[in-house]
């Protein structure tokens, strides 16, 4: 698929306010499963401004040392 989407539509939905909690959990299984190999987790992306509608879509960085 493009980009790595499932398929072409892109939706765009209200925001969230369990995408901070969402991307907590996830960032906790990344930092559990790299240990030191991983500096920090961001949450970045649309997803990440609180009020902003977004592609229903989580998206990270990592920070390696």
């Known amino acids: 698929a493009?980009?790595?989407l499932l398929s072409t539509d892109v939706v765009i939905v209200a925001y969230?306010?369990?995408w901070p909690r969402y991307f907590e959990e996830e960032a906790a299984r990344v930092r559990a499963a790299c240990g030191p190999l991983i500096r920090e987790v961001l949450h970045?992306?649309?997803?990440?401004v609180p009020?902003?509608?977004a592609k229903s879509e989580l998206q990270n960085q990592k920070e390696a040392p």
């Open 2 to 4: 493009p980009l790595g």
């Open 16 to 18: 969230d306010p369990e």
């Open 44 to 48: 970045v992306g649309s997803t990440s």
């Open 51 to 53: 009020g902003l509608a």
